[in-house]
């Protein structure tokens, strides 16, 4: 079966602008979670949406959004974008979110100059 | 939040070696998975393992939930092992996500 697709695989964009992540889950995942990951904080988490409704948000500011369509795939928005957002950013999706196993994407990484 | 340590941070292997990585978390879970990251950025779930023991060719795993730490075990290293070891717990009902710790950089030389 397919795995979780993300896209674009790399992406360029200039301080301000805003950029705009897509992820397919695997099918039948109905919880969808986004990460980023830099050098110096690690892996942190972003959301987690479940059957279109965010269930849990990380400690990111409010230029970090997020939806869930009614296919399961998942968008994230970074709106006016910062040198500091330069990041790989990891979709990852599971059955129900919680307790279940997740399988990750391959990322898409973001460079913000 | 949960705490997660790994341990070593770094290791450097001869070919043919064994190791064993350790994940020390603060508080119960009910998920904790062990990844590794490819050169190219991917996470590729290696086990699933909030308690008990795993084997997955020369790979394997034991969490002690009740002690709060895990084991992935890997023997006889090859080159396409190195990369990093991501332990990723999830605490309690409801909270939907994963605490990674800081990983260990595993280098397998020939």
């Known amino acids: 079966k397919a795995g979780v697709t993300q896209t674009p695989r790399y992406l360029i964009k200039t301080r301000g602008q805003q950029v705009t992540l897509s992820c397919s889950p695997i099918?039948?995942?109905?919880?969808v979670s986004w990460y980023q990951q830099t050098p110096g904080q690690g892996l942190q988490f972003l959301f987690e949406y479940f059957s279109e409704t965010q269930r849990n948000k990380g400690n990111f500011p409010g230029r970090f959004s997020g939806r869930q369509f009614s296919n399961s795939r998942s968008e994230m928005n970074v709106s006016t974008l910062e040198l500091g957002d330069s990041a790989l950013y990891l979709c990852?999706?599971?059955?129900?979110?919680?307790?279940?196993?997740?399988?990750f994407g391959s990322g898409t990484r973001l460079t913000v100059v | 939040g949960i705490q997660v340590e790994q341990s070593p941070p770094d290791l450097i292997l001869q070919e043919g070696a064994n190791s064993t990585l350790r994940c020390n978390f603060s508080?119960?879970?009910?998920?904790l998975q062990w990844f590794h990251q490819n050169p190219w950025g991917q996470l590729i779930n290696l086990f699933y393992?909030?308690?008990g023991t795993k084997q997955n060719g020369r790979l394997s795993a034991t969490t002690v939930a009740t002690e709060r730490y895990s084991l992935l075990y890997i023997s006889s290293s090859q080159t396409t092992d190195s990369g990093v070891y991501f332990c990723a717990v999830g605490s309690r009902a409801g909270s939907y996500q994963l605490t990674f710790g800081k990983g260990t950089k595993l280098s397998v030389i020939p």
């Open positions: 508080d119960s879970v009910n998920n």
């Open positions: 990852a999706s599971s059955l129900t979110g919680g307790g279940n196993g997740y399988t």
């Open positions: 393992i909030p308690s």
């Open positions: 099918s039948g995942h109905r919880s």
